[in-house]
């Protein structure tokens, strides 16, 4: 029952959020919120009922029987992608309650997207017609921390002029061992610049513009996400995940073609 009247209250909140002009407000690009594709609509509310589920402790953990395996071995319709985070507490199928071919996830440290992440997106909204994508970050992400943390360390460098040193700040020394990390770090750092001329909380900030911004990615990288979804095929929305509630906090979902013009290309 509790968990009934949960997945009602949560239920009511997106309905209301997603019918109302609710607006990102971590980001420095406000963009009006839209209502859902009815695909999208339905595979969010599965979403946000399978995280109500999970985070009270009463999972159906549904689809994961022979007969789901076999049947989805004969072909895969997932309803959401979702790209996360590669930490070890994040795995969408379980926070969501969901099963074998419910979910096309891509996994990276620090969610963010690069050329590879934004195809696979496209081959499941093209050839998979998965309606929504979830950018899925998390409370205490330890990529996101490692950037503020080469940030802070840049501030204490005696002469440091302009904030855009320490978007090279992990450049340095890219011949070393961490130059791949330094790279994920570099790719993060804008994200905690902005966060810096806040005055919230620097890491949870970062971690919310972070989400922003791997959204921002795909899409202004993407003229086939971007055709569907101006042909309302096709929807984004940012959330994080906490990880001691077991809760993912939701963005509203964008006009995207609103975002396209806003990107320029
Ligand atoms: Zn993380």
Redesign the pocket.
């Known amino acids: 029952m509790i968990a009934s009247l949960t997945v009602a209250l949560q239920l009511t909140l997106l309905n209301a959020q997603i019918s109302t002009k609710t607006t990102f407000q971590s980001s420095n690009t406000t963009v009006a919120a839209k209502k859902l594709n009815p695909y999208a609509e339905n595979a969010f509310r599965s979403i946000v009922e399978g995280n109500a589920r999970f985070s009270e402790g009463l999972k159906n953990n549904p689809h994961q029987t022979v007969e789901t395996r076999l049947d989805v071995a004969k072909g895969q319709a997932p309803h959401t992608i979702v790209v996360t985070?590669?930490?070890s507490r994040?795995c969408p199928e379980i926070l969501f309650d969901q099963g074998l071919g419910d979910l096309f996830v891509i996994r990276v440290?620090?969610?963010v997207v690069d050329q590879f992440t934004i195809a696979s997106i496209e081959y499941a909204a093209e050839h998979l017609h998965s309606p929504l994508v979830i950018i899925l970050?998390?409370e205490?992400?330890?990529?996101?921390k490692a950037a503020v943390e080469t940030y802070e360390a840049h501030l204490k460098t005696p002469g440091h002029q302009t904030s855009a040193h320490a978007e090279s700040h992990g450049q340095s020394n890219t011949k070393d061992e961490h130059a791949n990390i330094n790279a994920l770090i570099n790719e993060i750092m804008p994200s905690v610049m902005e966060a810096a001329r806040k005055t919230t909380p620097l890491l949870p900030t970062a971690i919310d513009i972070n989400v922003e911004n791997s959204i921002n990615n795909t899409m202004g990288h993407s003229p086939l996400l971007r055709r569907l979804a101006e042909e309302d095929k096709f929807d984004v929305i940012g959330g994080v995940y906490d990880l001691d509630t077991g809760r993912v906090t939701f963005s509203a979902p964008k006009d995207i073609r609103t975002f396209v013009r806003m990107i320029g290309n």
């Open positions: 985070c590669a930490d994040l440290a620090g969610n970050g998390h205490r992400c330890g990529a996101v």
